[in-house]
């Protein structure tokens, strides 16, 4: 099997500096310079699909613009992209959510994924109208899924739950295909939803150490429930054609980090219900110092944004050993992301990529050559035009 590589549609706006957002971190908390709109969005996607990746992953939460609106507006300016759209099973009722599934790969010809996401912290999950705790909400989950699940096969469903009801369920049309489900968790409650309805389980950069322990609990109790699970990584990159322009790269982002922003953020990370954010914390501990946790594997993001907070750090041909490395475990899937996030799509897709295909670990999806194929001069920072003009909205 090739690896797969989704990007990242920062739907609370970019910067050159890291933008906090997600697990109560507030949105501007170190940058965000550049707006969500449709136009510069657009470039994003258009950008991901011409360097070769599958895929590009859309958040959810208070902090950021829905995912589901938003894709729905890129599918018109793009062609091929997917769009993993980050969505909460609590906050639509089942039979809708499996709806407007089936409505998206019917409009935009098959290119919806879909990331589960129950919800860490339960003051931003009030202010939605959620009062379950975070338990409660992986049990709902299961319920959601089993529901959902049973309505893409085409069965008419009743189901009376703990959580949620419904009667007479059933589509009138079915999504073709059935978009495949990602979900993530390192909770006790998480795994065993994860591994009765998942298609991809997905874990944030940890150490390959860390992964590994991961992804053995999690294929024995896939292997106990009859399954056997695909798994992707989340992690930003920054990639330079030398180790050392990269790591200044970090610093510059590291430097451009005030003191008072951390210790806010990390106050309030510290807060998080979410083990999987407990675990991105521990490999910092809230400070600068000894942030490469693992060669290559930078912790600096972590310090002011939550959930994914490491990026994967050197030059291409060490990004792409560790990509390696991280594939050797049996991740597949790569959910990749940069500050900015156009000129980073640049840098991995025309530097790292292809190295991974010229070890046949990676094919463009449409079969064709990668976009530094002839091309004499190396990229040198600036993003070359997309194919085709913006659009506005």
């Known amino acids: 099997m090739t690896l797969t ?42 950008t991901a699909e011409q360097l070769g990746f599958v895929g590009a992953l859309t958040p959810t939460g208070a902090w950021c613009e829905d995912a589901w609106l938003s894709t729905a507006m890129l599918t018109e300016v793009t062609e091929r992209l997917k769009f993993l759209v980050a969505f909460r099973p609590g906050l639509l009722a089942p039979t809708l959510a499996a709806q407007m599934a089936s409505t998206f790969q019917r409009l935009s010809r098959g290119r919806l994924l879909l990331n589960v996401v129950t919800g860490g912290e339960s003051q931003e999950q009030r202010a939605y109208g959620d009062f379950l705790d975070k338990d ?18 085409g069965e008419t469903v009743d189901h009376t739950g703990t959580h949620l009801r419904v009667e007479q369920a059933r589509l009138h049309r079915l999504p073709d295909p059935v978009p495949p489900v990602y979900f993530g968790g390192s909770s006790a409650a998480a795994l065993p939803v994860a591994v009765r309805h998942s298609d991809v389980y997905l874990t944030w950069g940890e150490p390959p150490a860390q992964v590994a322990d991961k992804l053995t609990r999690v294929r024995a109790l896939a292997a106990d429930a009859g399954r056997e699970l695909r798994f992707g990584i989340r992690l930003h990159v920054i990639a330079r054609d030398t180790s050392d322009e990269a790591w200044a790269q970090a610093r510059r982002l590291l430097n451009g980090v005030d003191e008072a922003d951390i210790r806010a953020v990390q106050d309030g990370l510290r807060r998080s219900e979410s083990e999987g954010q407990r675990r991105m914390l521990d490999l910092h501990g809230g400070s600068r110092d000894s942030l490469e946790v693992s060669p290559n594997l930078w912790a600096g993001v972590g310090l002011v944004r939550g959930g994914a907070g490491t990026a994967l750090v050197g030059s291409h041909r060490e990004i792409a050993d560790r990509i390696a490395e991280y594939h050797a475990l049996g991740i597949d899937e790569f959910i990749l992301s940069g500050y ?13 990529l292809p190295i991974l295909r010229d070890s046949g670990l990676w094919r463009h999806p449409d079969g064709q050559p990668g976009p530094t194929d002839n091309v004499d001069i190396p990229f040198a920072g600036v993003p070359r035009p997309a194919a085709a003009p913006v659009a506005t909205r």
């Open 340 to 352: 900015p996030h156009l000129e980073e799509a640049y840098w991995f897709g025309e530097g790292v």
């Open 136 to 153: 409660a909400r992986y049990a709902r989950a299961d319920e959601f899924l089993h529901v959902v699940r049973a309505l893409w096969r």
């Open 5 to 46: 590589f989704h990007w990242f549609l920062p739907t609370n706006g970019d910067s050159r500096d890291i933008v906090g957002g997600g697990h109560g971190v507030p949105t501007g908390a170190a940058g965000g310079a550049r707006p969500a709109s449709v136009a510069y969005l657009g470039q994003i996607a258009r």
